[in-house]
């Protein structure tokens, strides 16, 4: 027996209703693994060496559609985290890593996080090439982009997810959100590296 029309303008309605769901049921979010993300930089010293520092305590999520060519980016970097080697003062007043968690560099007590959100995802074919966003340090906000040198996903062999990583770089100057202290022996421009992994939701 042959449906009424009626019938099939419903059908028809609703499968057209349902495309933008499917749109949507292709985006992949996935979470930061904190163990296999290393946000680090560099920075110029008197002129003569790059001194090199991390942070070991990051979160975020990350989400991207192949198909649409759009993603999203959450990042947190907790401040106090920050190392760069010289963490025991001795008989100093102060270890490097110390003075860096001060008023003069990060002020981790009054800003304990710096956080980045992106406004748009770059794609070349269907992978990100580069995340145009904000990063907040020191409470103001400047537009930064990383790009991506490399962008790669497999298989996680351990709990059988799809895990992506890669490395993002991007270049800032501090004295752009405030911090100006022992500019130029200090270099102002800061090379950031972060390399990452975060397995699907």
Known sequence: MTPPMTTLRAL???AAAALPLAA????????????????????EHWGLSM?????DKSSGK?????????GAVEMTIETASISTGDGVKG???????????AA??????????MTFKSTKVNFTGDLPASVEG????LGVTRPVTLTFERFKCANNPFNKKERCGGNAVAKFKRSDFGMKFAVPAVGDEIALNISFEGDRD
């Open 91 to 101: 008989s100093r007043p102060q270890s490097r890593d110390d003075h860096l968690r």
């Open 62 to 70: 990350f989400s991207f559609d192949r198909t649409a060519k759009t």
């Open 51 to 55: 001194m090199q520092g991390r942070f």
């Open 104 to 113: 003069d560099f990060f002020n981790a007590a009054e800003f304990p996080r």
């Open 12 to 14: 028809a309605l609703a």
């Open 24 to 43: 949507t049921a292709s985006t992949e979010n996935y979470t930061i693994d904190p163990l296999h993300t290393y946000p680090n930089f560099t920075v």
């Open 134 to 137: 904000n990063l907040t340090l």
